[in-house]
């Protein structure tokens, strides 16, 4: 059964250091998330991504977030100067067109911040 | 904006008991619910969902219905396993024309014992 992946699953940086998630969607999946999950709290939407542009954003996706499609088959993430309140899990999702609404989620990479 | 409240955990039981994890939401409109599932170092995981009043999904035993009166959209199995042991997350869809995002409750952590 496809899946979607994410690497690397575990990041440590240092603050100010840039990092990129990144995350291989489901092939045929049009629609692209990212949600992030700080320790004990709920999982947050942060961006949405469609037709190679963001569609949606939350106010978390500030100018230090990012989201790419390089190519065909990847999407990141980046963080262009990590702060210490950006340690969280970061979880990858994808979805196929309408009529679903579920989104696929990828296992997530914890980012820890130093 | 839209919002998703879960019980709190931990919930605590013995095998062969009967669950129930409460969920409620608040939304403008009539969204998409979902449960979904993350059991230990693993990403997030569809369990089940309804897309409109009075459906009833339905998935590995676990159950829920899309109650629009009372909005809400409780989890309940008749019989937990050791396996079922897992963090639990109620879920609504929200957005229109294919840009969806979901929003989540808090999480309830089920802890099933021998």
């Known amino acids: 059964e496809p899946e979607v992946t994410q690497t690397p699953s575990h990041q440590v940086t240092q603050m100010g250091q840039e990092v990129i998630l990144r995350c291989v969607p489901i092939?045929?999946?049009?629609?692209f998330y990212w949600y992030r999950q700080i320790l004990g709290q709920k999982v947050e939407f942060l961006v949405s991504?469609?037709?190679?542009?963001?569609?949606?954003k939350s106010e978390i996706f500030d100018d230090q977030f990012s989201v790419e499609r390089p190519d065909g088959s990847n999407f990141t993430l980046k963080i262009r100067s990590t702060k210490l309140e950006d340690s969280a899990m970061y979880f990858c999702?994808?979805?196929?067109?309408?009529?679903?609404?579920?989104?696929?989620f990828g296992p997530g990479t914890r980012l820890t911040v130093t | 904006g839209d919002s998703v409240t879960q019980m709190e955990g931990p919930v605590t039981l013995s095998e062969e008991a009967f669950l129930t994890i409460n969920c409620t939401y608040t939304?403008?409109?009539?969204?998409?619910l979902f449960w979904y599932v993350q059991y230990p170092g693993e990403g997030l995981q569809l369990l089940l969902k309804a897309t409109k009043a009075d459906d009833k999904g339905s998935n590995k035993g676990f159950e829920a219905t899309y109650r629009k009166e009372t909005t809400s959209f409780h989890l309940e199995k008749g019989s937990v396993q050791v396996s079922d042991s897992a963090v639990y997350f109620c879920a609504l869809s929200e957005g229109s024309g294919g840009y969806n995002k979901l929003i989540f409750g808090a999480g309830t952590r089920l802890a099933v014992h021998p």
């Open positions: 092939s045929n999946h049009l629609y």
């Open positions: 999702a994808s979805r196929p067109l309408l009529p679903t609404e579920e989104q696929y």
């Open positions: 991504f469609y037709n190679n542009e963001i569609s949606e």
């Open positions: 939304a403008t409109g009539y969204p998409s």
